[in-house]
């Protein structure tokens, strides 16, 4: 169990992050073919292998420069949609805790609330639009409500996991408004969104890993 996540925890998360995304490559490959076109799985494997690859060779760097550099990697390695959105959070994360010596509640807190007003600058979407924000946004709200609290980084995290996971089953209930998924619009209704299925796990695997 992690009370904080310093500089040399960052390729362990990664990694942790890329195992993730290559296990559920398919699952995501899946869920996206049923509105929009099948690479899901593929960008995000692609995206947090390069990632990966980048930190593993920054232990002792700062942490906001891991993370910022670990986006530029993404960015280069998936140019897709998702891909993209994905590097700007992470890019926009590491910018916002580029001073910190360490990651507690109210660092984390920092780097999701950036993450996830990157993504919806960059994106353009709004809550409800049945996008990667509509489980981003709860999940910052939870970390926020947890630094308001004081609450120990691994209790923050599991609660934003929670939010994160009812969040996702919610989009179930929306109708896509974005991307090709609108096409699709009434067919969307009844799935849960892909781009937040991406966000969940993100979320998920940050909890088990702080749990340890």
Do not use: C
């Not at 040399?8 to 869920?31: P, S, V, Y």
């Not at 099948?38 to 700062?62: C, Q, Y």
């Not at 530029?72 to 700007?88: D, E, Y």
């Not at 580029?98 to 007003?117: C, Q, S, V």
Request: proline letters at 2%; a negative charge.
């Amino acid at each position: 169990m992690m009370d904080t996540i310093n500089t040399g925890n960052i390729a362990a998360l990664f990694e942790a992050f890329h195992a993730t995304f290559r296990d559920k490559r398919d699952e995501l490959i899946a869920l996206d073919a049923k509105v929009g076109d099948s690479d899901l799985g593929i960008t995000m494997n692609s995206a947090f292998e390069a990632a990966t690859k980048t930190v593993s060779d920054m232990d002792g760097e700062p942490l906001g420069k891991q993370f910022k550099m670990a986006g530029a990697a993404m960015a280069k390695a998936a140019p897709s949609t998702m891909g993209t959105l994905t590097a700007t959070g992470f890019m926009r994360g590491g910018k916002a805790v580029d001073d910190a010596d360490a990651i507690g509640t109210k660092e984390m807190t920092a780097f999701w609330r950036a993450y996830a007003d990157g993504i919806a600058e960059r994106g353009k979407a709004k809550l409800g639009d049945k996008t990667v924000l509509d489980v981003l946004e709860p999940i910052a709200q939870s970390l926020e409500q947890s630094a308001d609290q004081h609450a120990p980084l691994v209790d923050a995290v599991a609660d934003a996991a929670r939010a994160g996971q009812a969040a996702l089953v919610a989009t179930k209930d929306m109708v896509a408004q974005h991307g090709k998924a609108a096409a699709f619009a009434d067919k969307s209704k009844g799935l849960q969104d892909a781009g937040g299925t991406v966000a969940f796990l993100l979320i998920e695997t940050l909890a088990r890993f702080v749990k340890g």
